[in-house]
């Protein structure tokens, strides 16, 4: 299901989809429209919904906090009231998120652990996650939560903080830019590859019960470390390319993420099967890819 301008403009906004596009079939609708997300319920019958569409950048929620709230939460609804209307059977998953617990009240996180969200988007993330619980508990709907912490790839967009990194530096590299301007390089985020964390999100709609799971991969590193690991792996000096610029600093911010995934792995069987290493240096290595930048990348540089 994609908005009507995605498909108007296709290679624009639909380039990462590339290699797979060819076996999609698109549907027009949109989340701020009840009776578009209705129609395409109806027309396709489906047996399984995953629902990710969401405004979904942290630091443009403190820009614009109505929007976001609008967007996600009824953007949420819409769907779960769609289904329950049109296709009661089908099963259905939520993309909640690590942002929902904010300033932690434990770590590791788990299932239980209580919410304290540190932005609009959080909080929209939230209800999304009430409203998904509540569809299950009220109406008997197989709807999943997943609580996925950030999942990363070579097409992740570009004003996230890893792929920002990965694509500034094969720009430093290709002579396009002279530095890496970022924000706060102290917070700790548990980073998984998107790959691995789309195979959780499946594997819980294959359940017999619905249920809600961390998806993470229970390790933590910091901003800072993310740079040195990538920069080290393209042969940069981090010292001379970083800036620190209070432009990219939240007003809240969440500082450390650290999930437990034990209840995933023992209930789906899930394990993450890509390595922090291994997530820098295939992002390195497409982005420099990407602008025809050789580099001798190596995933020998530890980061402690
Ligand atoms: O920030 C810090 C920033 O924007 C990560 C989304 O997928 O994962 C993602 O949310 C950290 C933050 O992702 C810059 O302050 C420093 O502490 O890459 P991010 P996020 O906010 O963690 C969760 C699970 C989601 O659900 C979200 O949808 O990096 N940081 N300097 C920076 N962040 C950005 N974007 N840009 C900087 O220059």
Redesign the pocket.
Same mark, same amino acid.
């Given at each position: 299901m994609v908005r009507r301008v995605a498909l108007e403009d296709p290679s624009r906004r639909l380039g990462r989809l590339q290699s797979v596009v060819g076996s999609l079939r698109l549907h027009a609708a949109s989340l701020e429209s009840f009776p578009s997300v209705y129609q395409v319920f109806r027309a396709v019958q489906p047996d399984e919904c995953y629902h990710l569409a969401?405004q979904? %950048? !942290?630091?443009y929620s403190f820009d614009d906090e109505f929007s976001t709230l609008n967007t996600n939460i009824n953007g949420t609804h819409f769907v779960l009231a769609a289904l329950k209307d049109v296709v009661p059977k089908c099963r259905f998953y939520f993309a909640g998120?690590?942002?929902m617990f904010g300033k932690v009240a434990e770590i590791p996180q788990t299932e239980t652990t209580r919410f304290h969200p540190r932005s609009a988007?959080g909080i929209s993330?939230v209800a999304g996650f009430d409203l998904t619980r509540n569809y299950r508990e009220a109406y008997g709907i197989h709807a999943s939560n997943g609580i996925?912490?950030?999942h990363e790839s070579p097409r992740r967009g570009f004003? %996230? !903080?890893?792929r920002?990194i990965t694509s500034g530096i094969a720009r430093i590299l290709a002579g396009q830019s002279k530095e890496l301007?970022?924000?706060?390089?102290e917070?700790k985020?548990d980073w998984g590859h998107a790959r691995d964390y789309v195979e959780a999100m499946w594997a819980m709609l294959q359940q017999d019960e619905p249920d809600d799971y961390v998806v993470a991969t229970g390790r933590s590193h910091s901003?800072w470390e993310f740079v040195r690991m990538a920069c080290g792996m393209a042969g940069l000096d981090p010292d001379k390319y970083v800036v620190t610029d209070p432009e990219?600093?939240?007003p809240a911010?969440?500082q450390l993420l650290i999930g437990n995934p034990a209840k995933a792995q023992a209930k789906l069987g899930w394990r993450p099967s890509t390595q922090f290493a291994d997530l820098v240096c295939e992002m390195v290595t497409a982005d420099c890819a990407s602008l025809g930048v050789e580099v001798p990348v190596t995933k020998s540089i530890e980061v402690e």
């Open positions: 969401a979904s %950048f !942290v630091s998120s690590s942002e988007y993330k996925l912490f950030n004003e %996230f !903080v890893t920002k301007r970022l924000g706060n390089l917070a985020r901003v990219f600093y939240r911010e969440v």
